[in-house]
């Protein structure tokens, strides 16, 4: 019998969960709903401003993937992770809660490298708009894939995300999926966004060729199967 029920492959990443008035978000100049991915500077001067007494900064252990890992713990599951994170604050909390979480990630830290994370913005509508850093969590690569986890799990979960860095991530699904097919892991992968399959297709539908489920919406399930309609999409995903 495998030691966990699943092995999630992603992108680790703090969300911080930041309330702030309509005033406050205006001065900001974001549009409203959206996600953008930022460089380090302007996440750390993001958080610098609201650092100041006033806000509740709220530190939340999460990632696309990572995030599917938390909830089939908290459901009774047995699971592990295989991403990165810095030796920084953000980076000790998601290591800490993970063990709490009783998720096996071995040690995902990376000594004086800057975890990633996501400010997600409330305002009082209870709309979210975030800023995405993805730092060290982007340098996952195949040297940190971890037989023994994948090895032990019933399925490895791999994050369409990862796709989007060809210089390590996909080295990583690769590697990944290689452990997986050698001792008789199922494979789930996740579109995560349109947008991966449409920029990454010919990679990801390599995947998809050694992978036993797939996760998509309509609209990512065109763009995997290069269709004009969710209804002919479906019937090639057949």
């Known amino acids: 019998m495998s030691q966990f029920n699943v092995c999630g492959l992603g992108n680790a990443i703090v969300d911080i969960f930041l309330e702030v008035s ?7 100049g974001f549009e409203r709903g959206t996600m953008r ?3 380090l500077a302007d996440q750390q001067q993001l958080l610098k401003r609201f650092h100041d ?5 709220r530190l939340v252990s999460g990632g696309s993937v990572a995030n599917s890992i938390i909830g089939l713990s908290q459901l009774g599951g047995t699971a592990a992770f295989i991403g990165c994170v810095g030796d ?11 063990e709490q979480l009783a998720i096996d990630i071995g040690n995902p830290v990376l000594v004086g490298e800057t975890t990633g994370t996501c400010v997600a913005i409330i305002t009082p509508d209870a709309e979210r708009t975030m800023r995405t850093c993805l730092a060290v969590s982007s340098h996952l690569a195949a040297r940190h894939v971890d037989r023994e986890r ?3 799990s019933e399925w490895l979960f791999i994050e369409g995300y990862v796709f989007a860095n060809p210089e390590t991530g996909q080295h990583a699904i690769r590697e990944a999926i290689r452990i997986a097919k050698e001792h008789g892991t199922k494979v789930a992968l996740t579109c995560s966004d349109g947008f991966i399959p449409e920029v990454f297709g010919d990679v990801f539908r390599e995947a ?3 992978s036993d489920l797939l996760f998509c919406n309509a609209p990512e399930s065109i763009a ?5 309609d969710s209804e002919q999409a479906f019937k090639k995903l057949k």
Do not use: M
């Open 22 to 28: 309509d005033a406050d978000f205006e001065s900001l």
């Open 88 to 98: 920084d604050r953000y980076g000790l909390h998601y290591a800490e809660e993970f």
């Open 53 to 57: 007494g006033e806000h509740d900064l």
């Open 224 to 228: 995997v199967t290069q269709s004009s």
């Open 208 to 210: 998809l060729a050694d």
């Open 150 to 152: 994948i090895a032990n």
């Open 37 to 39: 991915l930022v460089e």
